[in-house]
RNA sequence: GUGGGCGUAGCUCAGCAGGUUAGAGCACCUGGUUGUGGCCCAGGAGGUCGUGGGUUCAAGUCCCAUCGCUCACCCCA
């Protein structure tokens, strides 16, 4: 085994015994999407480069150093896609959704590529499902994407989740801000770190994300408030959704260092957060982005949408979710001991699985005790024996591994005999 | 890209201050049962001690490098 091929780094394989917790756990997104009227849409594993630059901006570490970007033979620059968003409002333009009706609700489950530095709660591959509500600009739709956002976090995790809510503002009014903001930090500059110092230049909203205690020192003292700054009708609709989540009984807290990594968020941006996961403790993250269509070269239209991480619900679900599920039972395991016994056998396991059973047939020709361990560690409700014996009388003997009692059973009845001994629930 | 921790059997881990043929538990295989599982008993298979170099009479153990995993920074789901 000395020359083997590995797993890429930043890449997991999901194995048979957690494969049915995915499942389950898409099953409850399908499921909680269409009862708030949200319909799926799928778009292409990659897009071209263009699309992530114009649509997340060319500032953000996303676009700047986390994407898998390559050039086709046709001399074209792809990226597989670092986040959906913009891909699934490409695909809302491109396909003309909003000449069908003014307001689409969509979601999506797929997985995206990002290469960053893995640890805890962060891969380089890694699944989201989220929504983009493309359409209305009032609060009661972004009320409604954060509900949902937050419906779905708390079906998983009902213990340790919060609700982080913030505003940003307009465009118009955050150029102002963001000028103010830098002014104020001008005179520490010295003060803050080599990376603090870079975010001052480029992008000083993201001081707030800071974990540096002497940059948020700084920040409390002498940083403007964007709410001091944005527009009253920026105001009217921020108290308009904290007024809807509070009427839902929605626990939230308004977060005003609460700033979002990717370019295109206007007024709304929200979080939810587990105490369970470590440095990545967002399970889903999104907002309002008003100016994102029309950016990407749609009509002017509003919209909002989160998106959340499955592998990190999972990282928070999984335990319990565990001693909830398994995997579907064996009903029956097949022990073949002849080789005269190897054709009926084929047929019986056909018969049972055509009446609905779950069966598995021998087919190492080991030894009756190697067959009845193997039928035991299955966890099969049954071994349904064809030897000598069987063959010549033109039966099988079907053994409870519960009880260990046999009973014989002619082959042309098996199935039906099969619903006496173990009825379906 | 930067820093910390960790790499011994399929898995979880022992291996005392460098000293003979590298261990345990679980899992796996065979037998105790000419066709009967779980429990038990007996036996077996499985390791270039991540890799390369160095120090030494002697390295799993010490030193250096390298690779991998992991957590954290950055950033985000």
Redesign the pocket.
């Known amino acids: 085994?000395?020359d083997r091929v590995?797993?890429?780094?930043?890449v997991?394989d999901i194995l048979p015994e957690e494969t049915h917790l995915w499942r389950f756990v898409e099953w409850i997104v399908h499921a909680v999407m269409s009862t708030y009227g949200y319909q799926e849409i799928r778009t292409p594993v990659f897009e071209l480069t263009e699309l992530f630059e114009r649509g997340i901006g060319l500032e953000?570490?996303?676009v700047n150093k986390?994407m898998y970007t390559f050039t086709d033979k046709g001399g074209k620059s792809l990226t597989l896609r670092p986040?959906l968003t913009a891909p699934v409002i490409r695909a809302y333009i491109q396909n003309h959704l909003d000449r069908d009706t003014p307001i689409t609700r969509l979601y999506y489950m797929d997985s995206?590529y990002?290469q960053?530095?893995?640890?805890?709660?962060?891969?380089?591959q890694?699944?989201?499902f989220?929504v983009e509500a493309i359409g209305s600009p009032h609060a009661e739709q972004d009320v409604e994407v954060i509900a949902l956002a937050y419906d779905l976090c708390s079906l998983f995790e009902s213990q340790g989740l919060s609700v982080r809510l913030n505003t940003i503002g307009s465009p118009e009014v955050r150029g102002d801000y963001l000028q103010r903001l830098r002014k104020a930090f001008e005179p520490y500059a010295g003060e803050l770190g080599e990376?603090d110092q870079q975010?001052v230049k480029n992008?000083p909203l993201?001081l707030f994300?800071?974990?540096?205690p002497e940059t948020q020192a700084l920040l409390d003292q002498h940083a403007p408030l964007i709410s001091d700054y944005i527009s009253d009708e920026d105001r009217l609709h921020f108290e308009e959704v904290m007024a809807g989540l509070e009427a839902l009984g929605i626990p939230f807290e308004h977060d005003a260092k609460l700033?979002?990594?990717?370019d295109y968020y206007t007024r709304t941006t929200f979080?939810?957060t587990s105490e369970q996961?470590?440095?990545?403790?967002?399970?889903?993250?999104?907002g309002r982005y008003d100016g994102l269509v029309a950016q990407l070269g749609g009509p002017d239209t509003p919209a909002v949408g989160?998106?959340?991480?499955?592998?990190?619900l999972l990282l928070v679900a999984e335990d319990r979710l565990k001693e909830k599920l398994s995997p579907r039972q064996l009903d029956v395991y097949l022990?073949v001991?002849?080789d005269e016994a190897r054709i009926p056998a084929l047929s019986c396991a056909q018969q049972l699985r055509t009446a609905g059973y779950t069966v598995v047939l021998e087919t190492l020709r080991?030894?009756?005790?190697?067959?009845?361990?193997?039928?035991?560690?299955s966890g099969a409700r049954a071994?349904v024996?064809?030897?000598?014996?069987?063959v010549?009388k033109e039966i099988c003997?079907v053994?409870?591994?519960?009880?260990?009692e046999?009973v014989e059973v002619p082959l042309t009845q098996l199935a039906d005999r099969f619903d006496d001994i173990f009825p379906k629930d």
């Open positions: 085994m000395g590995n797993r890429v780094r930043g997991r953000t570490d996303i986390e986040e995206l990002r960053e530095r893995p640890q805890k709660g962060r891969l380089r890694f699944s989201q989220g990376l975010r992008n993201r994300d800071s974990k540096n700033v979002r990594g990717l979080e939810v996961l470590g440095a990545q403790d967002a399970l889903c993250g999104g989160f998106a959340a991480g499955l592998e990190r022990v001991l002849t080991r030894s009756a005790r190697s067959q009845l361990r193997e039928a035991n560690r071994a024996i064809l030897g000598e014996e069987e010549k003997t053994k409870r591994m519960d009880t260990g046999q």
